[in-house]
């Protein structure tokens, strides 16, 4: 059970405003200013890049879940951040805004599944890192916004992701609305993939952890490695040829020979773990 609530293997002491630890070979990631409901500031922003690529770098690490502790996933921006920004300089204000864009494409891009576990409210920033990660579960309890128009802001840095996700159609109605809605239309909307009862988040997660460790590492990055090549791209004769080579490197590597070779001789490849291996 990885999400139980126990003691884990931490990966390093000394984060201010998150917590990491590890716990059979799943990296667990979680925002810790429950008493702020895990807004974020610049610390948090630079605490969560440097984990995510020590996490992403880990070959030790299979999934990262990214969680919050406390009542909330994420409420987005810290006021008093954003106080301050007030009175940044415009060259400030640019190196803030690339410090949390640099850590949102970490996240999209860490060569590793990951997991977001929502629970309580996701507003705002909160909403982008939920669209980073390859794969959102929410608690039907949750509830969402891209509240940044109520401010008098733009959900700027986050929008690649959440467009991405649920269309630009949609991000019309809720980039400009800012209003809050609930879990089942974050689900209609194609914002989160599963809603599941709260006592029954951290059960649906184990399962879809179950089935990633099941499947090669390797194959797992060069699959998120593919969809950003070819999503939103014509098919075209450029396209074909590239994912003609893809396939090609990736038949020929030592984990694509293993898996073939563990398919046709009925036993599970060499990376998954030793109690979900199939009795031979």
Not at 130 to 141: N, T
Not at 154 to 159: F, K, L, Y
Not at 229 to 238: E, L
């Amino acid at each position: 059970m990885v999400m139980a609530r126990k003691k884990a293997t931490p990966a390093k002491a000394g984060f201010a405003t998150i917590e990491i630890a590890i716990r059979n070979g799943i990296g667990i990631l979680a925002l810790n200013r429950p008493e702020l409901h895990n807004a974020f500031n610049e610390a948090m922003i630079a605490e969560l890049t440097e984990a995510l690529l020590r996490l992403g770098a880990d070959d030790g690490v299979r999934a990262i879940v990214l969680t919050g502790n406390g009542a909330s996933f994420c409420a987005g921006a810290d006021l008093n951040w954003m106080k301050r920004m007030t009175g940044y300089s415009r060259a400030e204000n640019l190196a803030d805004a690339r410090a949390l864009a640099r850590m949102l494409k970490t996240l999209n891009d860490v060569p590793k599944p990951t997991i977001a576990r929502i629970h309580g409210t996701a507003y705002g920033g909160g909403v982008g890192l939920a669209a980073c990660c390859d794969i959102a579960i929410a608690a039907a309890e949750a509830s969402f916004a891209l509240s940044q128009a109520k401010l008098g802001l733009i959900p700027a840095t986050i929008s690649p992701y959440v467009i991405e996700a649920i269309g630009a159609r949609q991000a019309r109605r809720y980039f400009l609305t800012a209003e809050r809605f609930e879990a089942a239309e974050a689900y209609r909307l194609g914002l989160v993939h599963d809603i599941v009862p709260i006592l029954q988040l951290d059960d649906r997660i184990n399962e879809v952890l179950g089935t990633l460790l099941l499947a090669g590492p390797n194959a797992q990055r060069e699959c998120k490695t593919l969809i950003r090549a070819v999503a939103r791209k014509p098919i075209d004769a450029t396209i074909i040829a590239a994912t003609v080579r893809h396939i090609a490197a990736v038949r020929a590597s030592p984990e694509g020979k293993e898996g073939v070779a563990a398919f046709l001789a009925k036993r599970s490849p060499a990376w998954v773990p030793a109690d979900l291996r199939e009795p031979r």
